[in-house]
């Protein structure tokens, strides 16, 4: 098969994802590794995904307390586009701002305002996704009913971003956005499974309950979904489409 910007797209989400629900640093470096070999093969129109690979490959070293290799694919991501200052302002990150090659590197990097806003919402999702399906679980807990509730996550943007940079973050956000409802899906069959089950071997089961507990969590979702939907990001009118360098480093507080 000839690989293709969209195919490529689609295999790093694949890869992307597969970091988050296997947590296999070796296994993902290697998936990631393919990506931007196959993305340099097609040009200059893939220099993004390769540089999404590449930023993704300075976070495992820099997890691994590997500064080195860290440096080399953030040099890498940055050349390529890569622009996504917030990400380098988490609390993960924030050692590596110490090093005079990143700060170079940082300082390199040039993004809108109309993109920065849409950054911050992307960072801002991502938190509130994890903050959702945490809450999701807890509710979840001791349901009787053998329904299977999803986690309803906000569109992601579709504006013609000013810079490449931001196509890198939202596929960041959608591997999040799959990966917990992997999960949650992955939980919630499991309950629904057990629930079956015992409701055929126990004659005590509690079928009332089982039925208030089914419109109770319809409810929930119901709730959940609106809001979703209510995140979706808005473009402020007016925002400015001018490059300019990224926020000054260390002047960032990472979105709670």
Known sequence: MVDTVNSLVTRLHEVLVQILTEG??????????????????????????????????????????????AIHHLEAAVSGGYNDCLSLHTPLMLPLHRDPRFQALYGLMRITQADFDELLWLHREMRTMVREAQQASVD?????????????????????PDT??????????????????????????QRSAGNTSLSLIDDTWDYTRARHDAWYADDLDERRLRAAEARAFVERPGADTTLVPCPPLGSLTYPG
């Open 24 to 69: 296999s640093p070796a296994a993902g470096a290697r998936g990631l590794q393919d990506v931007i070999a196959r993305a340099a093969a097609l040009g200059p129109d893939a220099a993004w995904i390769a540089a999404s690979g590449h930023a993704s490959l300075a976070e495992l070293a820099w997890a691994q307390g590997e500064a080195e290799p």
């Open 140 to 160: 979840n807990i001791g349901r009787l009913d053998t329904g299977v509730s999803l986690l309803p996550q906000a569109p992601l943007p579709t504006r013609e």
């Open 164 to 189: 490449l940079g931001l196509l890198i973050t939202r596929i960041d956000v959608a591997a999040v956005q799959t990966a917990l409802q992997q999960a949650a899906v992955k939980a919630e069959f």
